[in-house]
C-alpha cells in the first residue's frame, strides 16, 4: 500500500501585480503561530508569498489576499487562480480599507465576479464558523468595524464563491488584515486572542 | 357448357369463396385479438403501451385461423372432389356429372351432358356458398367494430370504452397516450428580435432563458397535468387538441407530462444569454507620470452574442495613501449599439482636466452593456489601465533629473586614464633617466593609491565598514559586520565580490608603481579596471517592498520543546466529482433496465440528461441521442457508449506492466 506523503501547511501570501499586496507583512506569522497553538496541524515557521502569476501558487490550499489599492488579476494571475480553486484550493481575499465604497472593495468584487462568479452572502451557520472554534453569530466583528473605521459599518457577513458545498473564494470586509497584523508575541496582551477566526480558515480550508 | 367446364367454374368460385372465409376469419381473429387486449391493458397495466407486441401476437392468432380455413379447403384442389361436392348438393344429378367426367368418350355421354346441363349447378353453388361467407364477413363486421370502441390505438381515436381507464371522463382523444406526438413552439425573448421556431416531437427543448414554450398535442386536456421542479401548469384547450405554455427556466430542468397512466418527460435545456465582452484597445499599458498632463486615447471593443445595448468609459481616480484613500468616478456618455452584436468606442481623456495631484491614480476602464431587459442588462468591464503621477520622492522610478556618477563610475574612469599614462611611461622607459622613471611611476602610483582608497570607501559602506578604517590587502570584509543590527544573511545579499577584487589588484598595482615597476603594474591595473567595470554594471537591488521577516518557533508556541507534535487523522475530503460519480452509477442502473423496464430506462436518462447539461454538455447531447433512439426504435449502443465515455472519460494510459501480467 502506498502512503500518502503529508507535507507541513504552509501559509501562502498571493503576491498580485496591481494594489499594495504586502499590506499586512505579519499578519502570516500570527496566524501560524494561532495554528501551532491551538491546533495539532504540522505546519512551517514562516510562511511564503508567491506570485499568483507563477504556477508554484497551485501548490498551496489556502492563499491569503489582501490590499488598499485597486484589485485586478492579470491574464496570468486570473488563469492560476481559476486552476487552484478548480483543484480544490481555497482563496482567502480581504478588504484591508474595511469600507464598502472603497476602491478595494469595488474592484475586488468586480474582479472576482468575473474570474469566478458573483459571491454570495455566506450564511452564518455555515460550517466554517464551527470548523475548529464556534463562533454562533457568525464572523467575529473586528476593532475597525466597532470603533467606525472605514464605512462605519458592522458586517453580518463574509462573502463567498462556492463550488458545490465547499467555499472556494471566501472574501472579508471586515478588514482583518489589520485587525491581524501584529507581531504574535503581542499576543499575549490580549484577553482573547482575536485570530482565532484565522485558525477556522485554515482548518477549513485543510479540511474540505 | 359441357360438364368439365361447369365443373371448372365451380372449382374457381370455390376457391375464391375460400379465401374469403379465410381471410374473413382471419381479419376477424386478428381484430379480436387487439381488441381483447386493449381491454385487458385497462386492467393489467403491464399489458399497456406495448402496442407492437399487441400486432404481433394478434397477427399470428390471425394468420393461423386464416390458415386452418385454407387448410380445410384444400379439397376444392382436385376436380373430381369439386363434381363430388356438386353431386351432394344437386341430388338430381344422378352422378351424370361425376360419370360425364369419368367417361367422356361414352357413347351415353351426350345423354349425360344433357342431364348435367338441366341442373342450375352455378345457382346451388352461390346458394351454398353464400351463408359459409357471410359468416365470415360478419366476424369480420363483429370484429372490426369491437377493435373500434376498444382502447387500441388502431383507428387513431379513443374508443367508446377508453373512458374506463380514466374514470369516464375523456369521451375523446387519442386512444392510449395523448403525449405520443407532441409539437413545441418556443418563441424568444422580444429582446432578441428572433423568430419562434417549432419543434417536432422533442424530447428535448434547448431554448434561451426566458423562452416562451408552448406545447400542443392532440386530445382533450381532461386528466393531463404538466410539472416543472415543484410549479405545475394548467392545460387548456386549443381546440383541435390540447396546449400547455410555461417559460424557460434558468436552469435545466425536466418537464413532466402526465396524461392518466402515460407520463412522458422532456428536457428542458436553457441557453443563457453570455454576458458582453469588452476589451480595452487603448492604452495598451500603464503608466507613471510625473506631471499630469497627457492626452490619453481611449478604445475598446465590445461583442455580445444577441445584441448590445451600449458602452462607455469610466475613470476611477484614487487620491490618499497609507490607509486613507478617497475615490471619485467619472464616466463618459453611453455610445448607443442598437443591438448589434458588435461595436467599438473611443475617446479622448485628457489628465489635465482632472485636476490631479502628486500620487494619485486613474484607473480607466470600459464598461459594455447588452440588450437583456429581461434578467439584465449584462454587464462586462474590460481590465484596468491606471495612470499614477509620481511623488517626488520617487525619483528613482521615474528619474527624471540627471544624478552625479556614481563612485564606481568615477573610479573606473580614473582607472582608464591611469592605465593609459602607466602605458606611455612604459614606452618612454629605455630613453628616460632611473630618477625621472621613479618620480613618475610614484606619481602614477599615487593616484591609484587614491583610486584604491574610494573602493575601500564603497566596499566598506556596502559591507558595513567604517570609513578610514584600513585593511590590509587579502583581508576580506567580515560578513559578520551589519547594517544597523540586520541579521548576517541579509549582508550576503549586498557583498560583492568585483570590488573586492579590484580592492586587491589596487592594492598590487600601488606597490609595483611605488617601486618604479609600472610594467609589472599594467596587469594588476587591468584586472582592476575590468573589476571595476562588472561592478559598475551590475544590477543594482531594490529592497523596498520586502516585509519583515517573523519566524514563528512552533516549538515554543507549542510548549512541546524540540519534540515534533503529530497532526490529527484529518476527515478525507469529498471527492470533488461526485456529481459525476452519481451519475455513473445510475446511467449503470439505467443500462439494467432497458431490458426489462425500458420506459423506466427513458425516463432514467431523461433526468440524467438534465443534470448533465450544466455537467458535461457532451454527455448530455449523448443522451439525448441514444433517447430519440429509443423513442424511434433505432439501435441505441453508440450514443450510449459514447454518454459511457462521457462519464468516464478518456482511458489514460500508465507506465509499466500492470500488477496482473507478473511484470514489475
Redesign the interface.
Known amino acids: 500500500m502506498v502512503g500518502w506523503i ?1 507535507s507541513d501547511f504552509i501559509f501562502c501570501t498571493g503576491r498580485y501585480e ?1 494594489g499594495d499586496w ?1 499590506s499586512a ?2 499578519l ?2 500570527n496566524l ?2 494561532s495554528v ?2 491551538y491546533t ?4 512551517a ?2 510562511g511564503v ?1 508567491v506570485p499568483l502569476s507563477s504556477e508554484r501558487i497551485l501548490e498551496y490550499p489556502l492563499v491569503y489576499l489582501t490590499g ?3 484589485f ?1 488579476f492579470t491574464e496570468a494571475e486570473r488563469r492560476n487562480v481559476k486552476k487552484l480553486v478548480d483543484r ?1 484550493g481555497m482563496i482567502f481575499i480581504d478588504d ?2 474595511h469600507d464598502i ?3 478595494f472593495h ?2 475586488a468584487l ?1 474582479e472576482i465576479t ?1 474570474t469566478f462568479s458573483a459571491p454570495i452572502d455566506l450564511p452564518n451557520t455555515h460550517p466554517l464558523y464551527s470548523s475548529f472554534f464556534k463562533f454562533d453569530d457568525g464572523p467575529p466583528a473586528t476593532s475597525h468595524e466597532l470603533n467606525g473605521w472605514g464605512d462605519n459599518l458592522v458586517h453580518k457577513n463574509l462573502k463567498a464563491v462556492m ?4 467555499i472556494a473564494v471566501l472574501y472579508s470586509n471586515k478588514d482583518y488584515s ?1 485587525e491581524w497584523n501584529y ?2 508575541d503581542n499576543k499575549r496582551f490580549s484577553a482573547v486572542d482575536n485570530t482565532r477566526f484565522g485558525v477556522n480558515i485554515i482548518v477549513y480550508a ?3 | 357448357m359441357t360438364a368439365v367446364e361447369r365443373v371448372a367454374r365451380t372449382q374457381r368460385v370455390l376457391g375464391a369463396a375460400a379465401i374469403v372465409q379465410a381471410l374473413g376469419w382471419g381479419f376477424a381473429a386478428t381484430f379480436a385479438t387487439l381488441a381483447a387486449l386493449s381491454f385487458a391493458s385497462l386492467v393489467i397495466h403491464e399489458l399497456d403501451g406495448n402496442a407492437s407486441s399487441h400486432l404481433n401476437i394478434a397477427l399470428a392468432i390471425g394468420s393461423v385461423v386464416a390458415l386452418v380455413f385454407l387448410w380445410r379447403a384444400r379439397r376444392f384442389s382436385s376436380r373430381d372432389r369439386v363434381a363430388l361436392w356438386i353431386e351432394e348438393r344437386v341430388p338430381s344429378l344422378q352422378y351424370s356429372l361425376v360419370t360425364a367426367l369419368e367417361h367422356r368418350s361414352s357413347p351415353f355421354a351426350p345423354g349425360l351432358e344433357a342431364t348435367v346441363e338441366k341442373a342450375d349447378v352455378g345457382r346451388t353453388t352461390l346458394a351454398s356458398l353464400q351463408r359459409r361467407v357471410s359468416w365470415a364477413v360478419g366476424a369480420f363486421l363483429v370484429a372490426a367494430a369491437l377493435l373500434y370502441v376498444s382502447p387500441s390505438a388502431a383507428f387513431g381515436r379513443a374508443g367508446l370504452f377508453s373512458k374506463l381507464g380514466v374514470g369516464g371522463k375523456s369521451p375523446a382523444g387519442p386512444i392510449g397516450s395523448k403525449l405520443a406526438i407532441v409539437e413545441a413552439r418556443v418563441t424568444p425573448p422580444a429582446y432578441t428580435n428572433e423568430r419562434a421556431a417549432v419543434l417536432d416531437d422533442p424530447s428535448s427543448i434547448p431554448a434561451l432563458v426566458g423562452s416562451r414554450i408552448e406545447i400542443t398535442g392532440h386530445g382533450s386536456p381532461d386528466g393531463m397535468s404538466a410539472s416543472l421542479t415543484g410549479s405545475s401548469f394548467t392545460f387548456t384547450d386549443a381546440g383541435d387538441g390540447w396546449r400547455v405554455s410555461m417559460t424557460m427556466p434558468a436552469k435545466p430542468a425536466a418537464l413532466t407530462l402526465k396524461d392518466r397512466q402515460y407520463e412522458r418527460i422532456i428536457v428542458l435545456d436553457p441557453h443563457p444569454d453570455a454576458p458582453p465582452k469588452i476589451a480595452l484597445t487603448s492604452p495598451l499599458r500603464d503608466t507613471t507620470l510625473r506631471v499630469a498632463q497627457l492626452v490619453i486615447k481611449l478604445g475598446a471593443t465590445a461583442t455580445d452574442d444577441i445584441g448590445l445595448r451600449g458602452a462607455y468609459f469610466e475613470y476611477l481616480i484614487t487620491t490618499g495613501s497609507g490607509e486613507i484613500f478617497s475615490a471619485r468616478t467619472v464616466t463618459t456618455p453611453v455610445v448607443n449599439f442598437d443591438g448589434s452584436r458588435r461595436g467599438s468606442i473611443n475617446a479622448t481623456l485628457d489628465l489635465g482636466s482632472l485636476k490631479l495631484n502628486q500620487g494619485d491614480v486613474v484607473s480607466i476602464r470600459a464598461i459594455a452593456q447588452d440588450g437583456n431587459t429581461l434578467s439584465g442588462p449584462g454587464l462586462a468591464t474590460s481590465d484596468t489601465r491606471t495612470f499614477r503621477i509620481a511623488m517626488a520622492s520617487e525619483y528613482d522610478s521615474v528619474a527624471v533629473d540627471a544624478a552625479a556618477p556614481l563612485p564606481i563610475d568615477t573610479t573606473a574612469m580614473s582607472q582608464r586614464m591611469l592605465i593609459m599614462m602607466t602605458e606611455k611611461l612604459v614606452k618612454e622607459m629605455p630613453k628616460i633617466t632611473r630618477k625621472e622613471l621613479v618620480r613618475r611611476s610614484g606619481e602614477i602610483g599615487d593616484l591609484e593609491d587614491k583610486i584604491r582608497k574610494r573602493v575601500e570607501e564603497v566596499l566598506y559602506q556596502l559591507e558595513g565598514g567604517e570609513e578610514g578604517a584600513e585593511e590590509e590587502p587579502g583581508t576580506p570584509p567580515d560578513p559578520s559586520k551589519t547594517l544597523e543590527g540586520e541579521e548576517s544573511d541579509e549582508v550576503q545579499a549586498v557583498q560583492n565580490p568585483d570590488l573586492f577584487e579590484a580592492f586587491n589588484e589596487l592594492w598590487s598595482a600601488v606597490r609595483s608603481l611605488q617601486i618604479a615597476e609600472p610594467d609589472s603594474a599594467l596587469p594588476h591595473m587591468r584586472i582592476a579596471l575590468r573589476a571595476l567595470d562588472r561592478a559598475r554594471l551590475a544590477n543594482r537591488l531594490y529592497l523596498r517592498g520586502m516585509p519583515p521577516k517573523v519566524v514563528v518557533d512552533i516549538a515554543r508556541v507549542r510548549m512541546s520543546g524540540k519534540e515534533k507534535g503529530s497532526a490529527n487523522v484529518r476527515t478525507p475530503r469529498t471527492p470533488q466529482d461526485s456529481t459525476r460519480l452519481s451519475l455513473q452509477r445510475r446511467f449503470s442502473d439505467a443500462v439494467e433496465l432497458i431490458e426489462s423496464k425500458p420506459a423506466d430506462a427513458i425516463r432514467s436518462f431523461t433526468l440524467m440528461q438534465v443534470e448533465a447539461l450544466s455537467l458535461s454538455p457532451q454527455l448530455a447531447t449523448a443522451l439525448g441521442e441514444a433517447i430519440d433512439a429509443f423513442r424511434k426504435g433505432r439501435d441505441a449502443t453508440l450514443p450510449l457508449l459514447r454518454a459511457r465515455r462521457a462519464l468516464a472519460g478518456d482511458p489514460t494510459a500508465a507506465p509499466g506492466l500492470p500488477a496482473w501480467s507478473g511484470g514489475l
Open positions: 503529508v496591481s504586502d507583512p505579519t502570516p506569522a501560524i503561530d501551532a497553538r495539532e496541524i504540522g505546519c515557521p514562516v508569498i488598499h489599492l485597486p485586478r480544490g484591508h480599507n465604497g472603497g476602491v469595488k474592484t468586480e468575473r463550488r458545490g458545498d465547499r489589520s507581531h504574535p485543510l479540511t474540505r
